[in-house]
Structures are given as C-alpha cells and as structure tokens.
C-alpha cells in the first residue's frame, strides 16, 4: 500500500535527552513536512524538505533537527534545547512543494516528557 | 499577521441534518482552500480543494462554498451520519511558493 509511516505512536522523552521521530513515505514525493499539532492550534510547520538534501525551518524549528538523506525518508529529532515537547507531530507529504496538491499525512507520533 | 478562524466550539447535529462548519481568515489573499478531516490519533485525511475563482464545489454529500470578499469558506455536510463524526480542518494555500496555513479545526458530533 502506498503511503507514510510515522513511528512509534508513542514516545517518551526524559529531561537532557534527544529523541528521533521516524517518517517514510512510499508514494515517492519530492516534497516532505514536519507538523507539531498542539491542542486548539492550527499545525505549525516544523520544517520541511522540497528535494532530498534539502531542507528549510519552518516557523517554529528552534529545538529541532532533520535530515533528507533519502527521499523516502524524513527523520525530526527533538533536542534537549526544545524545553515543551509535549505534542502531537504529523509527518506529510506533497508531489510538489506548497502547490495546491493536497497533502497526504501520516498517522502521527505522540511525545510525551517523563 | 496571517490568521485563519474555525469554530473552536464543537458542533452537536442529529442524524440526517445538514452541518455547517466555518473557516475566516484575515491578512491573507489565498490562491486555494483545502478542507481536511481528521480522526483522534490519525493524520488529516484530503476532502476538498476549491480555487478562488470558484464559488463553489461538490464532492458527494460534500459542498465547500469560497468567498473571497467576506474571507470565508463554509463546508457542509447534507445528510449527515454518526460516521462523519471528526475534526474537520481548513487550510490556506497562496501562490508562488507561500506555505500552507491550517486552522485549528472544528469538531462535529453526529448523533444517531
């Protein structure tokens, strides 16, 4: 089936530690994303990649690491420096890069501090 | 600053009934809408595009509605059931390479 996979669901972060939020996308889309999804808030772009080796901040990537080694996968690590992890974070992917083709999500991570 | 409104409050219907949920926005001249739905613990699920040159645009038991004048998208569902119950999402699209926005959604509960 084509489509993308967030893991794990769940994750658990303690205090000082860095933590790694896999996304893989089978539907071979250039562009990828990375959402943080807080309660009563619209989603907050992350980061995001339009082409492999390539990536740009979002609004909000203080704390915030990704790499695009290969298209099909997009890794965001959560760094000690972000101190309110807590959240919901949505991976997605585009054909194209902020064109007006919809964008195709995963089923999320959810992060929560120990 | 770019801003865009749904309902924060959720939306109670009967089985049957048409739902009408909101989507305002302000400080922005979009080029599409998006609506989107979403399920608890599940990605955005894509419904429906419209552009801003249309007015409105139909996808089964779906109609989106686009008025560039007053800011505003109405999404409706005619004949709704229990299983339409979710959060639906509105999101802003510009041209020319401008990210996409999305609102906070609003939720809908379809009573049996």
């Known amino acids: 089936d084509g489509g993308i996979t967030q893991s794990p669901k769940y994750l658990f972060r303690k205090e000082g530690q860095n933590v790694t939020l896999s996304c893989e996308q089978n539907l071979n889309h250039d562009a990828m994303y990375w959402y943080r999804q807080d309660p009563g808030q619209g989603l907050r772009l992350i980061y995001y990649?339009?082409?492999?080796?390539?990536?740009q901040k979002g609004d909000i990537a203080e704390g915030y690491s990704v790499s695009r080694e290969k298209k099909e996968s997009f890794p965001l690590t959560v760094t000690s420096a972000q101190k309110n992890p807590t959240a919901f974070y949505l991976c997605a992917t585009c054909g194209t890069a902020f064109s007006n083709q919809p964008q195709h999500f995963g089923d999320g991570t959810r992060l929560s501090i120990l | 600053s770019q801003k865009i409104e749904q309902n924060s409050e959720a939306l109670n219907i009967q089985e049957g009934k048409t739902a009408t949920l909101t989507c305002n926005y302000t400080?922005?001249?979009?080029?599409?809408l998006q609506w989107y739905r979403q399920d608890p613990g599940r990605g955005p699920v894509f419904l429906l595009l419209?552009?801003?040159?249309?007015k409105e645009k139909r996808k089964e038991r779906l109609k989106v509605t686009f008025d560039t004048t007053l800011k505003q998208s109405l999404f409706h569902i005619t004949a709704s059931q229990p299983a339409d119950s979710a959060t639906y999402l509105c999101a802003l699209l510009g041209t020319g390479g401008f990210k996409t926005i999305f609102g906070a959604g609003t939720r809908l509960f379809v009573k049996a």
């Open positions: 400080n922005y001249s979009p080029a599409y």
């Open positions: 419209i552009r801003e040159n249309e």
């Open positions: 990649s339009q082409i492999v080796n390539d990536f």
